[in-house]
């Protein structure tokens, strides 16, 4: 890792952690707020509940009538049914934050994507690194390859030169022999029709063996040039293969390096997913335990409400 990717690194974790801890306070801030509400709300509850029942002797001892007596009772009553309706709201609310939370801190098909895509992410490198090592033991057959076809090849050319030589010498031969026969025939006298013709014949046998002979020269050289021609493309071919697979090579180890970085983006976003359940679950406690304060607030006003329901039931 270079020190720019190092840096770029550390600036990603720390604008991470600031985004968590803002998120946290903003949610610890919520969970404040909210318990803060209800022990207001059960304050106010238990001052109610107190001065009513206070009030009550003096209120019958003023006021003996039962009508009013009736009369403020349902007033409570409905007093109490309109918030015990509120609290409920309340309830009802916290427990959908409470829901909200627990889907957020239970794992989810997010994290175990990112596990997947980790493990899959690990399993290509491991290919491509195996992929790696045998494009180079490829490139090492290829020239052995590459040598054992130019060794052939000298090897057929020594041959085939060493024939064509021979052949060369064997023609060189046959063409002094002719010139000394034409040698013979030329200072010998004694046969004169006979000595033309000869010369005539022997005179076209060694322009025919020059031709050959010139020939075999050309063959010689045609093949050296040949042999040469197949030198070249045999080392042509060799260094293509090799640039072929250098660029492969190059290519693969691009792509590990780009899979190793989305692996570090992966795990980086799978740890911010476990911090934000570590959050959210500390959340849920204490949303909880705000929500079995509501409950108690809701069973106080139920209590209460069910006292006054009997009082006005007495006075019917």
Known sequence: MT??????????????????????GQDLKRTQEIVSEQNDDTQRLLRRR????VAEPTVAASLPDNSVRKNQLQQEIQSLSNQLYQENQKLETQQQYIDDIRR??????????????????TQEISY????LRGDQMSESDIQREAQRLQTEQDTSLRFYQEQMDQNIRDQEALLRNTQEEIAFWN????????????????QQLLIDQTQQLQNMKVQKLELSAR????SQAIQTQARQVASDNAQAREETQSEITSLREDIQRLEYA???RRYSQMSGQSQAQQAERNLQGQQEVIRSIQELLREKQAQLNQLQ
């Open 3 to 24: 020190k720019n990717s190092l840096f770029l690194l550390v600036v990603i974790i720390v604008v991470g952690f600031a985004v968590w801890f803002a998120k946290f």
């Open 270 to 272: 799978y740890r911010q």
């Open 128 to 131: 491509l690194t195996d992929l």
């Open 187 to 202: 200072l010998n006298n004694n046969y004169i029709n006979e000595k033309q013709a000869r010369l005539q014949t022997l």
């Open 50 to 53: 107190t001065t009513a029942a």
């Open 227 to 230: 042999a040469l021609e197949q």
């Open 104 to 121: 957020r801190s239970n794992p989810t098909q997010t994290e175990l994507s990112y596990r997947n895509q980790i493990s899959n992410a």
